[in-house]
């Protein structure tokens, strides 16, 4: 089954501003749409930039603001430049300029490697350089409520399948695969794996699989000697 993408999953009601809008109104939007950032795009509709919550936080308005001067050993515009995000009422001063965005093809787990990676909230969705939809934290976890349950068939034959095909393709284990037997349901484990992080990913992969009514866990964890990363 294909993954999704945003353009699946966007939210395509999206409150965007211009880049003369003032920092007030864009604050009354966030509030008032409970979203913690917003796009700013420019005269020809294109995606400039994006104010979010943490742009406002050393406003003037909050006595929170640097003035020139006050880079503590910055080159001499730096402290010009905290100075005018924090003073100045337009938003395309104290916007975020270097905005990640994404295709509407974006499938989810790029999406989510970018939140992790850069550490953001939200990414704008866009289509020639125009905002189409906004993809958030939120979104993503509203597509893990909403992903279909796993699919194996019921059956202790298929149950074992399952688990040793996901224990080769998703956790790669560095030694041999456990031994799996299933009996009604219940998953036995024989074997050994070199760490107990291995072994906690091999319970989750058990349980992650469809029709499994128990856990036989008689795993051994056998380390590895120092140097030795075979």
């Not at 400039?48 to 943490?54: L, M, S």
């Not at 402290?79 to 295709?103: C, F, K, L, N, Q």
């Not at 906004?134 to 688990?163: C, E, F, H, K, N």
């Amino acid at each position: 089954m294909a993954q999704a993408t945003a353009g699946d999953i966007m939210t395509t009601d999206v409150a965007c501003i211009a880049l003369d809008t003032s920092v007030r109104r864009a604050a009354e939007l966030m509030l008032a749409r409970r979203v913690s950032g917003l796009p700013v795009i420019d005269d020809e509709g294109r995606l400039a930039g994006i104010v979010t919550e943490g742009d406002l936080m050393r406003r003037a308005e909050l006595r929170h603001a640097p003035w020139p001067g006050d880079d503590s050993g910055g080159d001499a515009g730096s402290g010009h430049e905290a100075y005018i995000r924090s003073h100045s009422w337009r938003a395309g001063d104290v916007m975020t300029a270097a905005v990640v965005s994404v295709p509407e093809a974006a499938p989810l787990s790029e999406i989510a490697a970018l939140f992790d990676r850069l550490d953001i909230k939200r990414v704008p969705v866009v289509r020639e350089a125009r905002v189409v939809g906004i993809v958030s934290r939120s979104d993503l976890l509203r597509a893990i409520v909403s992903a279909p349950l796993d699919r194996t068939a019921a059956g202790d034959t298929a149950i074992r399948l399952g688990i040793l095909a996901r224990l080769r393709e998703d956790i790669r284990l560095a030694g041999p695969v456990p031994s799996v037997a299933v009996e009604g349901g219940v998953v036995h484990l024989r074997g050994s794996v070199r760490s107990q992080a291995e072994r906690d990913a091999v319970r989750v992969v058990v349980e992650g699989v469809r029709g499994v009514a128990g856990i036989e866990d008689r795993l051994d964890v056998v380390g590895i000697a120092p140097g030795d990363d075979r």
